[in-house]
């Protein structure tokens, strides 16, 4: 059976999150309910990382195992044809090894967090930012993100429902942007690791953000991680500012 590697995008807000779910809907459920129509017997589609819900991709990566050789841009077509009116895009498909696989052969994941600062609401992109109304002091919050990098035990920052063996995991990038907007700042959290745990994102944008409002000092979040300790994390900020952009593999599966 010819696998297929996916590139897909999607507004997380009508999901409970990419894993299928038993009388809910899920992105995976869209995406292989559209392989249905295409062929008769299709097994499960592997991804990168399972969003939770609310969460958004621009760069989620999944595999499939079909019976039908497709050209990839054919195949391409025909599930964006199908996953209409869902707001789920397959960007690009292609042919892959047997070996590659969405999830265990991924060296990097990438996650963008949006948090918009201004007092009036948003329109144009509700449901696709976190919005606070006071103001963020960006050098604070750079200062303590800079006590995340590297390897550490993040028990701190992941839920206490987390399922994987280890709290230790090595985060290789955190950058703070900002820029303007009408009346307002925008703030990009840019986050790059092998792996991330359950909430760990969003629980340390949470905290960061804490820091920006002056509530905490950027050295209280170096004090947070050492503690070891969930309930020393900040609040856990919502899932809409938070997009799944890219997944890195040894060798680019769409390149």
Known sequence: MPRFALKIEYHGGPFAGWQRQAGQPSVQAAVEAALARLEADVPSIVAAGRTDAGVHATGQVAHADLARDWDPFRLMEALNHHLRPAPVAILTAARVDDDFHARFSATERRYLFRLIERRAPVTHDAGLVWQVRGPLDLEAMREAAAHLVGRHDFTTFRAALCQAKSPVKT?????????????GREYRFHLRARSFLHNQVRSIVGTLERVGAGSWHPDEVRAALQARDRARCGPVSPPQGLYLTGVGYPQDPFG
């Open 171 to 183: 985060l290789d990038e955190i950058t703070i942007e900002a820029r303007a907007i009408p009346h």
